[in-house]
């Protein structure tokens, strides 16, 4: 792997992540080479975060990745090292750039082993990577949109209702009277099998 020319020294920290569908893999592999890149850069490893999850899940559902946040706000380390960017987030390019946006905001670099075109930790580049990479993730939600929009107005055309289903009057007078009497969203949605959301719809109304 090519190393930047004029790269300086830093404090880095190395996330590894192998799916739990990823049958066989080891994050070791991933690490070595990420171990000997800081070795031949001259950076130094201050923490390796490593997990096995799925890229597509959030940060509250990753406690490496969350802890990783944690101590990027606190600056404990200059920049992130990750073998590629498909092992830091697989949750889509919109949540990817906020993440990459929010560890610039720490001041913090980001670099892939793989693809170093998409890495922060060049300063010539930076800039450029992330607003390639906002570009996209807006083209993405505009995608999404039209393709929400085209599915309701199918849906609509074929003469069936878009939205969500409305409950029947027993159950909305059910809903009421239980609410009346002191019982809680969470209690009522439990003992009449419905979604706490659609109580607490109705109790605001």
Known sequence: MVIPAGETTMRTAIYARVSTDDKGQDPENQLRELREWCSRSDHEIIHEY???VSGRKGEKDRPA???LFKDAHKRKFDMILVWALDRFSREG???TVLHLQRLSSYGVKFHSYQEPLLSTDNEMIAGIVL???AALAKQEATR???RVKAGMARIKAQGKRVGRPT???KLREQIT??????DTPYRVAKE???DRHTVVKYANQ
């Open 192 to 194: 009449l099998g419905i």
């Open 167 to 169: 409950i029947d009057h």
């Open 144 to 146: 999404r949109s039209e």
């Open 93 to 95: 390019i919109a949540h």
């Open 50 to 52: 490593v997990e096995h």
């Open 177 to 182: 009277i239980r609410l009346s009497n002191g």
């Open 65 to 67: 990745f969350a802890e």
């Open 131 to 133: 607003s390639v990479m």
